[in-house]
């Protein structure tokens, strides 16, 4: 009797860390992923829910401190029809993101009464390799 209660205890602890390392690895997949005229258009609805936001870095708005661990910019819709919004991060930036223009996706939250995107993480969006330079015909 007592290996089945050794058994049934053990399996009940690996059932219940499966099921958290399940949970923890899909709770973000139903993630919003957004572009700024559709997060502006639906504020309302995504306030205090995080986001991936997706856009371009305006040249000539980053700002980092002195140590590299807080950066400021702003990030417009690739087609420059919205108004841009102003991004702000703590952390150290991705490597890639060492120019402006770059296109990029921020996750975080956007803050409606002061027009500021608080991003938790930042993923550059690189270019494909294997695009010509001339274009898709080469």
Same mark, same amino acid.
């Given at each position: 009797?007592?290996?089945?209660?050794?058994?049934?205890?053990?399996?009940?602890? !690996?059932?219940?860390? =499966?099921?958290?390392? !399940?949970?923890?690895?899909?709770? $973000?997949? &139903?993630?919003?992923?957004?572009?700024?005229?559709?997060?502006?258009? $639906?504020?309302?609805?995504?306030?205090? %829910?995080? @986001?991936? =936001? $997706?856009?371009?870095?305006?040249?000539?708005?980053?700002?980092? *401190?002195? =140590? &590299?661990?807080?950066?400021?910019?702003?990030?417009? *819709?690739? $087609?420059?029809?919205?108004?841009?919004?102003? @991004?702000?991060?703590?952390?150290?930036?991705?490597?890639?993101?060492?120019?402006?223009?770059?296109?990029?996706?921020?996750?975080?939250?956007? *803050?409606?009464? %002061?027009? !500021?995107?608080?991003?938790?993480?930042?993923?550059?969006?690189?270019?494909?390799?294997?695009?010509?330079?001339?274009?898709?015909?080469?």
């Amino acid at each position: 009797m007592a290996k089945k209660l050794k058994f049934g205890i053990a399996f009940s602890i !690996i059932f219940i860390a =499966l099921v958290y390392l !399940i949970f923890m690895a899909t709770r $973000n997949a &139903g993630m919003y992923y957004l572009t700024l005229p559709e997060l502006r258009a $639906n504020a309302e609805v995504f306030r205090d %829910k995080v @986001v991936r =936001l $997706n856009g371009m870095i305006l040249p000539d708005t980053m700002v980092k *401190d002195s =140590l &590299g661990y807080s950066l400021v910019f702003y990030l417009t *819709d690739e $087609n420059a029809e919205e108004r841009p919004v102003k @991004v702000v991060y703590n952390g150290m930036p991705p490597d890639l993101m060492h120019k402006e223009g770059v296109t990029l996706i921020a996750e975080g939250t956007y *803050d409606i009464e %002061k027009d !500021i995107f608080i991003a938790r993480e930042l993923l550059v969006k690189c270019p494909s390799k294997y695009e010509s330079e001339g274009g898709a015909n080469g």
